[in-house]
């Protein structure tokens, strides 16, 4: 026989009185049916002795965890079901009772506020087994893990329940020591701010002192001996404060109830440390609340209140016109009271009050047994749940769209790691998602999973509260059907870039490869030398030269870019990559004349093309002075020049393109082809449609081979419209081959 606890009524045999023990609970006669309760406790207590066919509970904690649970959640106000679910909630996580025998014995909508407190256990449950601190380790951890309440939680009652049952684990845990760290640091990090949030004042103050006392015990005596020891003084001031307010009140005919305030221990604390201040100077230790029945009573108070005593500057908070996040609304103001001595008052209505203590209870909106009531407010009753739980910074004065969080809430998972901590997954995620969140290589040598323990295929879908095991081989090597989106095995696009990447790896030689070739190619055919691959690296911002290779072989990096690259960096040394490129600059008017050179510190000198070269708009060029004719202009890598600078180099200046697109230079190609009837029609078709004029034309045949060899000058405008052109070309039937060809 379990011993009953002092302050529960007994029976003759020892055990509770549970009519009597009800008949003190705050429930509404109208809301709950008592018969159906007492029927849940007396399952409860069959369960908890063991005359439900189970082993008895000899400790009892069961059974009176039970009557606690429905002691704070009749004070919240609660539903029938939320209190029958409270009393049964022990019996079913202990397996005295299982799931289908509470939905069989007192409703779906019972069994499954059950179910879903038992999956918030969850974070209990892992952390007991791995007896390591996985709460509070980081701010962003518990973060993740609060919201991972949000996804877990459909019913604003599984967390009402939850925070009950949790209150009754912290008081419990004062007579050992074992346990007290465990619980508090829990309690203070994830279900002191759940209370905060849903606005349950009593029950957060409660949870953040017992936790304070159980994670920092010497802070906690300190201010707890210093509050003690002026408690005397205090209530003898704060009895002269409540008198002299009173009177004033009511001299302007207001009804109020006025009381003194108390300050709790953590809040003490927290201040202290905050504000880097003594006891001594914590001034709201020292406070009234008063109550009133309407908005515009509390304005004419706080009028009352500064004419009293004068207001403190910058203590002043107006929280009904712009109340907290969490709903909370109050006017706070601090005052030089009697004495000398700093006071704070609180002013709210009496509902503003409730609202404050008691929070969405206090907007309790089932109404009897009414189903169909809580149908319609099921949707309203989330949305103002996650309002208030997925905002958890108290200063936070950011705001969103509330829908955008509830679909956001919904679409996520939240499964634990081996170690204990949160990831968040979008919801469908398999074990092969949660194996490339937690790092690339794991997610690569991945062979299979386990879920709670349990060997699961990858395909799997991962539900929230699970942990999830990755089991690797000593191979990094994913597989390719992974990536087909039918198997299942990959839902969230970053797991199926990872694999992309990984493959795209693989065949970074043959890119390279083919990279390499494509250019080489492309060069030989534009007839550029002296390519500084490097800078155009650098250019196209690629690590490596390889890299840019690579990034031209997957089709990353256009073959024209680099094109243009090189043709600007001719000539130019490693020193003078830093240089601005040459550009073209659009003259005043269309023409071919030598002004459409500018040449650098001379001025408008008579300047031709030299003939060797056949220099393009876009190439590095250089300026020879010749005798009597002129500058000539070549190209930087001409043979010529470079004998001529060799032999001459005073004669050599700086010369820079100034050109019109529009405008057309002179160049030769070259074309092979195996000789077919219409090879020429077709070709000059082709030049005709990119609108380019021929200048010359000169085939010759070799009628053992059948090659034909085709010499053509063109007037063409730069150098990125030549390699357009011979990209076309060379895509005509039969055409082997089409270059660029210079003299020198």
Known sequence: MVKVREDYPQLADGRVDIPRWMERLSIDDSVVERSELLRAFELAEQCASGRAGTEPDVSGDSFFTALEMVEILADLHLDQDSLVAATLFRAVREARLSLGDLE???????????????????????????????????????????????ALVDDVRVALIKLAERTSAIRAVKNRPEKRYRVAREVFDIYAPLAHRLGIGHIKWELEDLSFRYLQPSAYKKIAKLLDEKRLDRQHYIDEVIHTLTTAIKAD??????????????????KMQRKGIGFSQVYDIRAVRVLVPDVKACYAVLGLVHGLWRNI?????????????????????????????????????????????FGVCSHWMYKGADKTAKSNNSYDEKIAWLRQVLDWHEESGSSSDVAEQFTRAQDRVYVFTPDGHVVNLQNGATPLDFAYHIHTEVGNRCRGAKVNGR???????????????????????????????????????????????????????????????????????????????????????????????????????????IVRLANQLIGQDENAAEEVLPRLKAP???????????????????????????PLPGEAITGYITVGRGVSVHRQDCSKLLQLQSVEPHRIIAVDWEVEQTDTYPVDIELQAFDRQGLLRDITLQLATEKVNVISLNTVTDTNSHMATMRIRLEISDVGALSGLLNRLNGLPNVVAVKRVKEG
Not at 514 to 525: D, Q, V
Request: proline share 2%; net charge positive.
């Open 104 to 150: 069989q014995q007192f409703g779906g909508s019972v069994a499954k506020l059950v179910d879903g407190v038992l999956g918030m256990a969850a974070i209990s449950k892992v952390n007991a087994e791995l007896d390591v601190p996985v709460l509070g380790q980081s701010e962003a951890q518990s973060e993740t893990i609060r919201k991972m309440l949000v």
């Open 253 to 270: 005919g207001i009804d109020a109830d006025i009381a003194g305030r108390a300050k709790h221990i953590y809040s003490i604390w927290r």
């Open 313 to 357: 500057p910058n203590e002043f908070d107006d929280y009904i016109a712009s109340p907290k996040e969490n709903g909370y609304r109050s006017l706070h103001t601090a005052v030089i009271g009697p004495e000398g001595k700093v006071l704070e008052v609180q002013i709210r209505t009496r509902s503003m009050h409730e609202e404050a203590e």
């Open 455 to 561: 060997i699961v295929p990858l395909t799997y879908t991962l539900n929230t509260g699970e942990r999830v095991e990755i089991l690797t081989g000593k191979e990094s090597k994913p597989r390719r059907d992974w990536l087909q989106g039918n198997l299942g095995y990959l839902k969230t696009s970053r797991a199926r870039t990872k694999v992309q990447h990984w493959f795209r790896q693989q065949a970074k030689e043959d890119n390279i490869a083919a990279g390499r070739a494509l250019l080489e190619k492309e060069f030989r055919r534009l007839a550029l030398n002296s390519v500084d691959y490097k800078y155009i690296a650098d250019q196209t911002h690629c690590a490596s030269v390889e890299d840019m290779y690579a990034a031209v072989g997957a089709g990353e990096i256009s073959m024209l870019q």
């Open 588 to 614: 005043s008017k269309t023409s071919k004349d030598s002004s459409k050179v500018r040449i650098s510190g001379v001025g408008n000198l008579l300047t031709h093309f030299a003939r060797c070269c056949k």
